[in-house]
């Protein structure tokens, strides 16, 4: 099955069979395997880490560890989450690289995509915003690691 990518619209109905990751294509090493981790569910975050514990804990019983409220998954955590207010802060600082870093119609079509998944595929598939993106995986990340047992 081909992948889709953005047109020259911005719309997500390009088929290609073969094509590099954007995210790939990330200098920074340490920004670029964060965002991998998240993409290809190699991460810590609840809903990925209970997976792998003895015992099952049901997918809808993985709470956050900073609210309590949510299932901890990285899309709760990065764009829901108001159990710190330093993740308030990082997202700000992501949408004003956004709105400085993509066309207009970038942002308009990430804006467009419905609900938490949706937007974080979308801000993956626009080559302007996945360098930012991996960047804001990457300083999650690295609280997630103080704030809870990762
Ligand atoms: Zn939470």
């Given at each position: 099955m081909d992948r889709l990518e953005p047109d020259g619209n911005g719309v997500l109905n390009k088929s290609v069979p073969v094509m590099m990751r954007h995210y790939l294509r990330i200098a920074n090493s340490k920004h670029r395997v964060a965002l991998?981790?998240?993409?290809l569910s190699g991460h810590r975050y609840a809903i990925e880490a209970l997976r792998r514990v003895e015992g099952i804990v049901e997918r809808e019983n993985r709470w956050c560890r900073l609210c309590g409220v949510g299932v901890?998954?990285?899309e709760h955590v990065w764009f829901e989450c108001r159990g710190r207010t330093e993740l308030g802060t990082l997202r700000r600082r992501l949408a004003l690289d956004i709105t400085k870093g993509c066309s207009q119609r970038e942002v308009n079509w990430i804006l467009d995509g419905q609900g938490v998944c949706e937007h974080l595929k979308r801000l993956v598939a626009v080559r302007n915003s996945v360098t930012m993106v991996a960047q804001f995986a990457y300083e999650v990340e690295e609280l997630m690691k103080v704030w809870v047992d990762w």
């Open positions: 991998a981790r998240v993409l901890e998954s990285p």
